[in-house]
């Protein structure tokens, strides 16, 4: 595949408040690249589903309520997300540009990238390099390049968001603008 480099100026055409974009280009075009985002598709997909997840790039975490939202608080002890400790719901909020959420999901990342330290300290996935690769190893393990190689934006958005599928107009939106901008 070519070697698909990603602009600010790409990035601030789709989406004008981006931020963060001279801390996370060079590792987004570093990592795109060896993890198999490489094609036109394949790059505006990732990027679109980020752009929207993470508000522009703005949020690397969660915002956590004082006192935490409804939803929140059903993250401590939630099972189903590993959270079998407590402090766990916001020890293991939502992190990274899609959002990688509780205990079990932590433990699965920090195997994938073989990084024992991110179980000790989950804020790094809040950290440029971490918030990318957790939406990549998102990617990865879902398959998502699958929607992306079939111009797929609903099956992609649904494998991220959900049924509710929310956001899914923005994110055809940052796709389509993305896949305008990208020249070979």
Known sequence: MSNITITKEMILKTCPSATKLDLLLPEINELCQKYNINT??????????CLHESGGFKYLKEIWGNPPTAWQVKYEGHVGLGNTQP???K????????QLTGRKNYQAFADWVNNPEIMKNPALVSEPKYAILSAIYYFTINNLNKFSDKDDIVG??????????LGLEERKKYYNSLKASIIL
């Open 87 to 89: 402090g766990d719901g």
């Open 156 to 165: 992609c958005t649904k494998a991220i968001n959900g049924k509710k599928m």
């Open 40 to 49: 036109i598709n394949r790059i505006a997909m990732f990027l679109a589903q």
């Open 91 to 98: 020890l293991f909020m939502g992190r990274g540009l899609v």
